[in-house]
């Protein structure tokens, strides 16, 4: 079906999640005003992201107010929100939910943790361990943080588990100035969120946050990508913004139409390369 | 065409943007500067009056008695233009009187007390004003060392600190600093005559392009040479890098409990920010 999605491209407090909470219910009423189905916000919205030995302070369980709260709301605008998430045994994941009609609809925990550069995740968090599709009243969806988008496997199951649309959370430092344009790291999102929605015929979702951290600035730049990897929606670069845009069935099932790689995909030549490269890698 | 030219509107929006969001979200509203006449501080003025409003930005001339006048009035320059509030305190009676007791000192000696009594004067005005002191060092300065630890390498908020002076130079010229301070040759004005790149021994413009390629690209040593520079000049380089990392340090600690500052007990600055 047709619907809005909103893009809460916000500026989160670092560590302030009474703060944060507020700011999110904002843009949901907003979000509920302007009659957007959806409401994306970012990667660690509830949070900041630059937390280190604040990540246990601040994390929140499934069954926290906070995340009441933010269900309760979801009987309005389906919810996309990340957040940290604290398990019954104490580990604590970057996390991501999707909220819709009252619920808990899904739950992905960010697999892939950058460690690098300037990231310092698997020092302070846990890795999640699954990708899957989930079914909500827009049709079948993935849920993917930030990291998670760069390893190409992340989308593919997602998209063979039968999702037609990719949220994807983000909190992406910007860096990398040259002569060009944009910033290094703006224009690589741009050429992965574009090739990933060709490549798998599906539509990107993406909301990345703005702000600074003890320096570092995010670029937002939140996108709606169609299944084609045009962009039809940009938000503004390294502003706060509030981004809405109309996402066609048609248009997906066009895309579907002209272009069937996904139809084509050979799963099972896939497994079999894959279960024998697992093979020799561990003999 | 060098890789180290930018796109001075996105740098300038980047910039512009740290000044007014690190200081709105401690909750003040001005920023204190040194200015010398030279680029550096110039640069972060205007970056300054653009994020704050220039009657939210305090500009201080701090001349000692040697300093040649035309930088007092390339500093005042930049203030009018601007229109930011300045004043000048001078630092010559502080620095003779504290000499008075030691007349043997080094030219070395010298310079540091001069960098870090200005230091003291703009964190005075800091609790004065209310104001964060905005830094003026430079990447290829903090990279080479060339700076005085708690003198002119002392701030709350250093806007320019990652990028080159090469880059200092473009931002300037794109953000309409005064050609006669964009084009004038780079000094720490501690003596009459002296220049940055005499003292250096190399030109900025051939340091930032060793630097860009062994820092951002890290590149080795072989690509390097065949990048065309000499080994003796990657080597130097290399070690005035690795001898002046102390002063791009907060003082080490010895670590005796289970959650030592910055090693164990890690938080950010912007912690509930």
């Not at chain 1, 994390?59 to 979801?74: K, N, Q, V, Y």
């Not at chain 1, 957040?83 to 991501?96: K, T």
């Not at chain 2, 700076?147 to 320019?160: E, F, K, Q, V």
Request: hydrophobic share 40%; aromatic share 8%.
């Amino acid at each position: 079906m047709d619907f809005t999605v909103a893009l809460a491209q916000i500026k989160p407090k670092l560590g302030c999640v009474a703060d944060n909470l507020l700011l999110i219910q904002e843009a949901v009423e907003r979000g509920i005003r302007e009659e957007a189905g959806l409401i994306v916000f970012p990667e660690l919205a509830l949070t900041g992201y630059f937390l280190k030995d604040l990540v246990p302070e601040v994390a929140l369980s499934l069954h926290s107010p906070e995340i009441r709260r933010l269900a309760e709301l979801s009987r309005h605008i389906s919810i996309a929100v990340g957040f940290v998430e604290i398990s019954p045994d104490y580990h604590f994941y970057n996390a991501a939910l999707y909220l819709e009609g009252g619920e808990i609809r899904h739950h992905h925990r960010k697999v892939y943790l950058p460690t690098y550069g300037l990231f310092d995740e698997q020092r302070y968090l846990a890795s999640g361990e699954r990708f899957r599709a989930f079914d909500s009243r827009f049709g079948r969806m993935g849920l993917l943080v930030c990291e998670d988008m760069w390893h190409l496997s992340a989308p593919y199951i997602l998209a063979m588990d039968g999702a037609t649309t990719l949220i994807c959370l983000s909190s992406s430092p910007g860096r990398g100035i040259s002569e060009a344009d944009t910033l290094g790291s703006t224009a690589s999102w741009r050429k992965l969120t574009s090739s990933t929605a060709m490549f798998l015929n599906s539509r990107v979702i993406y909301c990345n946050r703005v702000g600074y951290e003890d320096g570092v600035n995010f670029w937002g730049g939140s996108e709606i990508i169609d299944p084609s990897g045009t962009v039809t929606a940009r938000g503004a670069i390294l502003e706060e913004d509030f981004v809405t845009g109309r996402i066609s069935e048609a248009a997906l099932r066009r895309e579907r139409i002209s272009s069937p790689m996904m139809r084509d995909e050979n799963l099972f030549v896939t497994l079999k390369e894959l279960k024998r490269i697992g093979k020799e890698r561990n003999s | 065409m060098s890789e180290l030219r930018v796109n001075c509107l996105l740098l300038q929006k980047i910039l512009v943007g740290f000044v007014r969001e690190e200081i709105h979200k401690v909750g003040m509203k001005k920023a204190v500067l040194g200015l010398s006449g030279g680029i550096d501080s110039a640069l972060v003025a205007y970056i300054a009056a653009q994020a704050l409003g220039p009657e939210n930005v305090h500009a201080i001339i701090m001349p000692y008695k040697s300093s040649n006048p035309e930088s007092e009035s390339h500093a005042r320059l930049v203030a009018e233009r601007l229109r930011i509030s300045c004043q000048v305190v001078e630092i010559t009676p502080m620095v003779d009187a504290y000499f008075d007791l030691f007349p043997q000192a080094s030219p070395l000696r010298r310079g540091n007390k001069m960098a870090r009594e200005r230091m003291t004067v703009l964190f005075d005005h800091s609790a004065l004003l209310p104001a964060l002191v905005l830094g003026t060092s430079n990447k290829t300065e903090l990279l080479l060392g060339y700076g005085t630890l708690h003198g002119d390498m002392a701030s709350a908020l250093n806007p320019i600190g990652d990028i080159y002076k090469s880059q200092v130079w473009q931002l300037s010229e794109a953000m309409g600093v005064p050609m006669e301070i964009v084009e004038k040759k780079p000094s720490a004005d501690l003596w009459a005559g002296q220049t940055d790149e005499q003292e250096l021994g190399f030109t900025y413009r051939e340091v930032d392009e060793l630097l860009y390629r062994m820092v951002d690209l890290r590149m080795s040593r072989a690509e390097l040479a065949i990048h065309g520079f000499a080994p003796e000049f990657i080597q130097e380089i290399y070690a005035k890098v690795q001898n002046s990392h102390f002063k791009r340090r907060l003082p080490i600690i010895a670590k005796v409990s289970n959650r030592t500052i910055d090693r164990d007990f890690r938080y950010s600055r912007d912690w509930g920010k």
